[in-house]
């Protein structure tokens, strides 16, 4: 576990040195997965989806990402016209939502360029050029990582999360139009820390039978935090921001991080700040999940109440999650579980891959193509019954992927139609 | 001897449900001192609490003595309220009073505000060294909520983990927390999560745990119930990371039957199962002891509607209930469940709490009435 550690270390340390030199990326280093950048605009292309999704029906993006939260950040290396962002296929069902996600980003045109690493063996930690490739590039498209239970390691997915400090992890449960939910207008914003805490990996065993586990609370993270999520507020017109603690017992722990957030709420009189236990927050959470707004959270029990919150509103397959920091940034499903009951079957819904890419083009600031794919992946649900297994379908990842690309192509067309409706009427006027 | 002899003349005096009866012998009470017979009369110490503690204790007195019930109450009036700090919370004869008789029933007491308590549950758990807690969390018939078919039973482990209070700043801003897992703890809760399965005909124990993470510590936890489950080949054995086993609690909660949790995994998700059959006020608790059993409502005292017989004594009278079974007076916790379930399910008698317009002493009534029928 040590020498895991140290190589790790190491690979971080050589991939900081490089952090400053840009354009180091080669081309034969990658695989191109996508076309060409198109420069056709597609700032109306919402319009022009399916009226009925504008009409009556809410939408959300997925995150509402505010791209100026985000880029006080290192944006992706540009390579031509295009972005590159890594991608890490993962495990189990992690390669399959990832095709799909790609075909998608091909059918839209999508200017971004994947570079691929297929990590062969997780259990020994990141392997340098991955490293360097995240140092390069700071954005990362990641697929799930099965930690088995003998593992004594860090495991992947908090090797990422740490050693590139992503602290904040955003996931945003929204109503997806046609997704039947147990609650109505659930519309909440999960922000949990994503570095400390439980997650400290410190354990030990004094006597045999005995073991203490560390959870490690700092002063310096549970600002950030909670700084983090207020700003989110403020920037998203959001009302209220929830912290969660249980510092009725954790008195020195819990309640370090919510002295925390008072005092950071206290920068922010406009917004409305309240705090809750956690077991409470649970059942409140199933009972009336309305009341819920921006809801701030340690590591574990963002794990916990975030996997409650996707369930709620409709599957834990449908919700992506954002992983941000000054290290750059990293997107994935809401539940990092690598569901390998089902992997390798075709039957995983790849909803939270596509719109974690969504959230992606997003904090790039692509706005056009986010709308575009993300008006796709609503109508699916919302026009059609092309549902996976996991919402009671029959519908494989592939069938469900091209009842995305297929709304593309219609988008497109209304589009290339109404171009041509303009030209005519140029002539027109002319 | 009159310690023994006292029950016995009560129970000969009333409380005898006809066509079972069971003459009470000297002898036969005596050996069978440990595990009394079916008819033998149960003391239990009742501690109404504060709030509504005493209209829904006197609800839960008023239906067992309609049920015929073989319990006899030995009410303490206890209150935390006033409690100055550095006084014990709860007296000392209050906690023989449990020790002696057993079995106890507490109501909702209120936690004092202020510093230099130690928590009221902190408190009872280590006096009477109660190591687990069971909350059977069952969709109510006619009590509607977004979430159908909820039928788990949660046993949290009640004595260490997260609880065990050590905590210290290492570095100014930085805060330690110990969680402390101990293969004995483990294994105890392990083994009482499989009995109370095979006990009350339940087909499936679930570990819930974060070995993922915490490796060595809910690794051990989780090695504990496999190793457990070993004894029990009856009953099925099944592990669940603690965020899936949320979200499936959600989504799909017929996955679940028995879970055995960690402290504060079990402080949370036996909240979760709470709020999905419609709260507290509904949930029957029941906390296990070496020696004692000590069911309680784990609702609030409700200052704001106390002594206007408004309450739902629910939680109360199911924790009752719980404790007839473990008192192995299965026929009596069976009348009487029954007769709550009828009344639910006619949604014409209700307090307010679930939406309804009957007072305590009305919902009591009539859940008194459907005992004859149940």
Redesign the interface.
Known sequence: MQALRQVAAQSLRAARSLRHRPGIATASSRRRLTASPTNAPRSDARALVAPALLEGSHILSPTSIDGDVYNVYPAATPYGDSKIVTLLPGEGIGPECMRSLVAVFEAAEVPIEFDTYDIAEPEKGLPPEVVNAINRNRLVMKGPFH?P?G??GT?LN?LLRRGFDLYANVVHVYPIPGVKA??DNVDIVFVRENTEG??S?L???AV?????????????RSTRIAEYAFRYAMRNNRKKVTAVH?A?????????FLECAKGVAAKYPFIEFENMI???T??????NPQQFDVVLLPN??G??????G???GG??GLFPGANLGPGGAMFEQA?R?AGRGIAGKGIANPTATILAGVMLLRYLKMFDHADFIQDAVHAVYELTDVRTPDLGGTASTEAFTAAVIDFLDEMDADEECDDEDEDEEDKHGS | MSLWIAPLLIAARHSRPAGRHVAPHFLTRRLSAAAPSAQAVRTVTLFPGDGIGPEIAGAVKEIFRAADAPVQWEEIAISTKNVKPGEDLIPQAALDSVRRNRYGLKGPLETPVGKGHK?LNLTLRQALSLYANVRPCVSMPGVK???DNINVVTIRENTEG??V?L???VY?????????????ASERVARFAFEYARSNQRKRVTAVH???????????F?ECCRRISKEYPDIEFKEA????C??????QPQRYDVLVLTN?AG??????A???I???GLTASLNKGEHVVLAEAVHGTAPDIAGKDWANPTALLLSGVMLLREMDLHDHAERIERAVHQVLQDAQCRTRDLGGTARCSEYTQAIIDRLGTA
């Open positions: 930690t239970y593992f004594r495991s908090i147990k609650h439980e997650y990996g354990e030990h065993s045999d039978g005995v073991v203490e586990s560390l959870k490690i609370v700092t002063e310096e249980k009725n017992i954790l008195k020195s722990a819990d309640g370090l956690v077991d409470a649970c059942m409140r959470l199933v009972n574990l029990y794990n916990i109440i975030g996997s409650i996707t369930s709620l599957g834990t539940v579980h | 928590s909520t977004k979430f997260e609880y209070g905590e210290h700043e100014p801003g930085v805060v330690e927390s110990l969680k402390v897992i101990t293969r004995q974060k070995a993922s993470v915490l490796k060595m510590s809910d690794g051990m989780l990371l603690i965020e899936l949320c979200g499936y609690l959600v989504s504060l402080d949370i998700v036996s909240d979760l709470a709020g999905l419609g709260g507290l």
